[in-house]
């Protein structure tokens, strides 16, 4: 029984741990509010601001003096610019705080970080530098090496990646059609390899879904038909 005064602090323990970190805004931050959502001081060239608002980037011209964008007309001005920080939510950044693209390998680094270079040969995989190779696969729009037979990221030899359309399946790496029929090819025909002709000429004539013929001498391919 002489735990028992323990619980209610307990409990209130894990109350407060449970509560969810409160959003930044003019209640609770004197500083301004980062892309991510985190309250900073606001004294920094590329986050600078008060009383809870969006955090604003200086001009290249500018300073950051009590939070605020100010003119920078005197060079040698004995009031700090502050130091460069990096905000950039989803890549690394430039050295002047900047963003840089994504999976760049001149400029390779993780989120709210300072970007760094790859070595030659290497490339960037979110946001790492990594030196393997992609022979047998595909890359896809982040960079990372995929098997390749999947619908929506089909390729080989390194290349990159292609998303199937409709009525196609990834076959040995490659987007290849399934059927070809009138749902699908109204207005052309089908060749051998079920891929719809949209343009039926003398070569490969037909109309609705047919096959696709090849007209005899001196005849033309007219709304489908050889004539």
């Known amino acids: 029984m002489r735990f028992v005064w323990l619980l209610p602090l307990v409990l209130i323990s894990l109350s407060l741990s449970a509560?969810?970190?409160?959003?930044?805004?003019?209640?609770?931050?004197?500083?301004?509010?980062?892309?991510?959502?985190?309250?900073?001081?606001g004294n920094a060239r590329t986050e600078c601001g008060s009383k809870g608002g969006e955090c604003?980037?200086?001009?290249?011209t500018e300073r950051c003096v009590d939070q605020q964008c100010l003119a920078d007309d005197v060079p040698d001005a004995s009031v700090d610019a502050g130091p460069v920080v990096c905000s950039c939510a989803t890549t690394?950044?430039?050295a002047d705080g900047s963003c840089?693209?994504?999976?760049?390998?001149?400029?390779?680094?993780?989120?709210?970080?300072?970007?760094?270079a790859c070595q030659a040969g290497a490339r960037c995989?979110?946001?790492?530098?990594?030196?393997?190779?992609c022979t047998s696969?595909?890359?896809?729009?982040?960079?990372?090496?995929r098997?390749?037979?999947?619908?929506?990221?089909?390729?080989?030899?390194?290349?990159?990646c292609s998303a199937c359309g409709a009525d196609q399946a990834c076959t040995n790496r490659r987007c290849v059609f399934t059927r070809c029929d009138v749902d699908n090819c109204r207005f052309g025909c089908c060749r051998p390899d079920l891929s719809c002709e949209?343009?039926?000429?003398?070569?490969?004539?037909?109309?609705?879904?047919s096959a696709c013929v090849a007209c005899a001498a001196m005849e033309s391919c007219i709304g489908g038909q050889c004539l």
Do not use: I, Y
């Not at 604003?56 to 290249?60: E, G, I, K, S, Y």
């Open 125 to 133: 995989e979110l946001g790492a530098c990594v030196t393997t190779t």
């Open 100 to 116: 840089a693209p994504n999976n760049d390998p001149t400029a390779c680094g993780a989120p709210r970080q300072f970007c760094g």
């Open 147 to 160: 098997a390749g037979n999947e619908v929506s990221a089909c390729g080989s030899d390194g290349g990159v």
């Open 198 to 209: 949209l343009s039926p000429s003398a070569m490969a004539c037909g109309l609705s879904g």
């Open 56 to 60: 604003v980037a200086c001009l290249r």
């Open 92 to 94: 690394c950044c430039f």
């Open 137 to 145: 696969g595909c890359f896809d729009g982040l960079g990372v090496c």
């Open 19 to 41: 509560c969810p970190t409160e959003k930044c805004s003019p209640a609770n931050c004197s500083g301004c509010c980062a892309v991510d959502g985190l309250c900073v001081s």
